[in-house]
């Protein structure tokens, strides 16, 4: 089987979560055998229909541009068994480099109408290759990709014969949810398989794929604006936070105790078990603390019984050290904030918790 692989994402490599799910979906097809080509629509020269009509009278089936579309990728499109348009999702549909290379598919059809389930259509000229749509979304929930999926259903009818849409795909970069991404990824390897075995994706392998991560949408919104807010504060793109390695910047006792969740490191942890109680001064006042235990940590608002270490700081003081932008050892000398109890957890912070 030839598949053809159109990626309309116009970001890279770890930045673009397109790219990958879509190698992870053209990993299985090729691992079920199938002859696959990967293009990336950012490296090419696709003009925009103009609506002339000229690939109906003048040229009947050619386009009138001469661009990477006519040259390279229709005919490609043409000899194709299944393409698959991975896009993000724009505006609830395919982005605008997808939609001009889907329009620019016009010549396989004839300019006649023939009725059609009480509508009218044209006939093709050519046979249609199978359509599988894949999408990514920031948004949690599963309903963001209603539009789309109408659409797709509506312009490629019986030939669209998969839909993977990865909601919250943002996720899949977070090292907190780094085995949930794992299992997501292993399904979409897993529905590349199944869709040149069967053309079309088994219910069990679509409900590992779009399994919820996370699962509270209390924690994905609260991550997510702390990473928006960081970004503003910063004056840089979420690709330059990416790039500098930053961590959002807790706003509130609440948001700290979450980000301290996330960047828990349990085969760091071990054997641990300790108390760490914080006591937070200045413009947000409040106390909180960590509990390790058994390779999990879980965080309390209040005053725990015998902690082992206790740390009092300002809150700006001890987010700057969180996130990076201060130095807690150095601070710590300067007497920026008190610690009491057992130094050496102070000092095993930086390994307890990562990014």
Same mark, same amino acid.
């Given at each position: 089987m030839k598949v053809l692989a159109v990626n309309s994402s116009?970001?890279?490599?770890?930045?673009?979560?397109? $790219?990958?799910?879509?190698?992870?979906?053209?990993?299985?097809?090729?691992? /079920?055998? =199938? +002859?696959?080509?990967?293009?990336? @629509?950012?490296?090419?020269?696709?003009n925009y229909c103009i609506g002339c009509f000229s690939c109906w009278t003048k040229s009947p089936g050619r386009c009138i541009h001469k661009d990477d579309?006519?040259?390279?990728?229709?005919?490609?499109?043409?000899?194709?068994?299944l393409v698959v348009y991975a896009s993000p999702l724009y505006h609830f549909t395919v982005n605008a480099t997808m939609k001009a290379f889907i329009e620019r598919t016009l010549p396989v059809l004839e300019p006649f109408f023939e009725k059609s389930n009480g509508g009218t259509k044209h006939p093709l000229r050519r046979k249609h290759p199978a359509v599988a749509m894949l999408s990514v979304a920031g948004f949690p929930e599963d309903?963001?990709?209603?539009?789309?999926?109408?659409?797709?259903?509506?312009?490629?009818?019986?030939?669209?014969?998969? $839909?993977?849409?990865?909601?919250?795909?943002?996720?899949?970069?977070?090292? /907190?949810? =780094? +085995?949930?991404?794992?299992?997501? @990824?292993?399904?979409?390897?897993q529905a590349g398989r199944e869709l040149i075995q069967s053309m079309q994706v088994s219910s069990e392998t679509m409900a590992r794929l779009r399994q919820p991560i996370p699962e509270d949408k209390a924690t994905f919104h609260a991550m997510g604006n702390m990473m928006w807010k960081t970004c503003i504060a910063e004056g840089i793109t979420p690709k330059e936070f990416a790039e500098r390695g930053l961590v959002p910047r807790p706003d509130s006792i609440e948001t700290f105790m979450m980000i301290m969740s996330q960047g828990f490191k349990p085969d760091a942890a071990g054997d641990t078990q300790a108390t760490i109680q914080f006591h937070f001064s200045g413009e947000i006042e409040g106390s909180c603390h960590l509990k390790?235990?058994?390779?999990?940590?879980?965080?309390?608002?209040?005053?725990?019984?015998?902690?082992?270490?206790?740390?009092?700081?300002?809150?700006?003081?001890?987010?700057?050290?969180?996130?990076?932008?201060?130095?807690?050892?150095?601070l710590f000398l300067r007497?920026?904030?008190?610690?009491?109890?057992?130094?050496?957890?102070?000092?095993?912070?930086?390994?307890?918790?990562?990014?």
């Open positions: 116009p970001r890279t490599q770890s930045q673009s979560k397109t $790219e990958l799910m879509l190698s992870h979906l053209a990993r299985g097809m090729s691992e /079920a055998g =199938a +002859d696959v080509e990967v293009v990336e @629509l950012r490296k090419k020269k696709i579309m006519t040259d390279e990728l229709y005919p490609k499109w043409l000899e194709s068994d309903a963001i990709f209603g539009q789309l999926s109408s659409w797709a259903n509506y312009v490629f009818g019986a030939g669209l014969v998969a $839909e993977i849409y990865r909601p919250a795909a943002g996720f899949l970069s977070v090292t /907190a949810f =780094a +085995d949930k991404a794992r299992e997501i @990824l292993d399904a979409t390897t390790i235990a058994a390779g999990r940590m879980e965080a309390f608002q209040g005053v725990a019984e015998d902690p082992d270490l206790t740390i009092q700081a300002p809150f700006d003081t001890w987010m700057d050290i969180t996130t990076g932008r201060a130095n807690g050892q150095q007497r920026k904030y008190r610690v009491t109890g057992d130094l050496s957890l102070l000092m095993r912070m930086k390994q307890l918790f990562g990014k």
